[in-house]
């Protein structure tokens, strides 16, 4: 019987000729069953360690971790200022396997989405967004997501499995190549992301910190501290642990009701991380990193979006310096009941908070078109 790396190599010779095996990776002979070791969940520490033991000078590490990183070449046998004897060693013990490009869409706005497929077959969906000049990723975490926040698609498909740090760096590397043929060309890549696509990162820490380490560390792709966001719906042990660990990232709070009734309504998380309890803890969050919190907002019509919410968001928040980003809500296929907030009723919202002066900007939208705006990222099983 084919393995699942079988069916996908054999995908990729029908979908992009022989050339495309290089798609899967730093090695085909160096896969074994036991003792191979993915490429891409390797620290820069690790690959110090590894041409260490390969009797390479240091350098090498750096070599290495640029053709993958910066120059985004994932096959050792084209790292051309490599020995032969290092690409060999390392084709013998790495391998490196990248999610496979199933589906690409373009907006009208310039919006990409992608649907890619992992070495066992589950699929998830990223974004490209191109927005003042800026390129943002928005990265999967997890194939669907448990916390069944009843607005979201993402939500709606239920929980599989997290992603590895491997998988969430392949669907980066794999959208920055793409992005660089296609919008500019000049080695422009990727310049921000965002942890706002399938799951919800906080219930998948190990391996969502240890892509970001990879994708921050000067020697790997040395993007910038300001330029990565991670998006909660409130889980707290991974506020505490961002506060702890000096991560460098924003954070961004999916509040969207500003009362434990309506909000356990709309997202149950709320019922294990109350309101009181998530304020407590980005205070702390905010004490310790002395970082600015980001709250999201989805406006949905006659559930959320009376202008008297927006007061008690702002005694809810008062202390916290909040950011609120509002987002006009996402159709979502199966769920007609949530509507988009009319333009008066924003405007209404909108008018409130000005009042209230809390800072705010209303989310220019991308991507509708294609389902590649917020929330309405989904794999549906009968479309494997
Ligand atoms: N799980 C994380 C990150 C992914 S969702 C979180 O919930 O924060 C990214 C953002 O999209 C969240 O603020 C989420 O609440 C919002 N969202 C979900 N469904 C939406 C929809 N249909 N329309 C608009 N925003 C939506
Ligand atoms: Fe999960 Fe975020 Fe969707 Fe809620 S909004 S179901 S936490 S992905």
Not at 6 to 33: D, F, H, P, Y
Not at 98 to 107: A, V
Not at 164 to 174: D, K, N, P, R, V
Not at 278 to 298: D, G, P, Q, S, W
Request: net charge neutral; proline share 3%.
């Amino acid at each position: 019987m084919e393995t699942h790396r079988e069916k996908n190599i054999i995908k990729i010779i029908m979908k992009m000729g022989v050339a495309g095996m290089a798609e899967t990776g730093l090695s085909n002979q160096g896969e074994q069953e036991f003792g191979a070791c993915e490429a891409l969940s390797l620290s820069y520490e690790d690959w110090q360690e590894k041409v260490r033991a390969w009797n390479e000078p240091r350098f090498r590490a750096d070599q290495i971790t640029r053709w993958i990183y910066v120059q985004k070449v994932f096959d050792c046998h084209e790292m051309s200022n490599l020995s032969k004897g290092l690409r060999e060693k390392i084709s013998y013990e790495l391998l490196m396997t990248l999610p496979i490009l199933i589906q690409e869409q373009k907006s009208k706005d310039g919006t990409f989405k992608y649907l890619w497929q992992m070495a066992d077959g589950q699929r998830v969906e990223s974004v490209i967004l191109n927005h003042g000049g800026y390129t943002t990723a928005c990265l999967s975490s997890q194939v669907g997501c448990p916390l069944a926040c009843s607005f979201c698609a993402t939500g709606g498909m239920g929980f599989v499995r997290n992603l590895t740090s491997a998988e969430i760096l392949g669907q980066f590397l794999m959208m920055e190549r793409r992005a660089v043929e296609l919008l500019t060309g000049k080695g422009n890549g990727i310049n921000n992301v965002v942890f706002m696509g399938m799951g919800e990162p906080f219930l998948n820490m190990d391996d969502v910190f240890a892509s970001i380490r990879t994708l921050q560390h000067p020697k790997m792709r040395a993007l910038g501290a300001r330029h990565i966001t991670i998006s909660t719906s409130g889980v707290i042990p991974g506020i505490l642990a961002l506060a702890d660990f000096e991560l460098p990232v924003r954070l961004s709070v999916s509040l969207h009701a500003p009362n434990d009734v309506l909000r356990s309504k709309l997202m149950p998380v709320n019922k294990t991380y109350s309101l009181s309890s998530l304020i407590e803890a980005l205070r702390h969050y905010k004490e310790k990193t002395k970082e600015r919190v980001t709250f999201e907002y989805v406006l949905i019509e006659g559930v959320n979006d009376d202008p008297q919410l927006a007061y008690e968001m702002a005694a809810l928040l008062d202390g916290l310096e909040p950011y609120v980003n509002l987002i006009r809500y996402n159709p979502v296929p199966g769920k007609e009941a949530y509507k988009r907030s009319s333009e008066t009723r924003v405007k209404a919202f909108c008018a409130a908070l000005k009042e209230l002066r809390i800072e705010f900007e209303v989310r220019q939208e991308k991507g509708t078109d294609i389902m590649a705006a917020c929330g309405q990222l989904a794999v549906s099983a009968n479309r494997k």
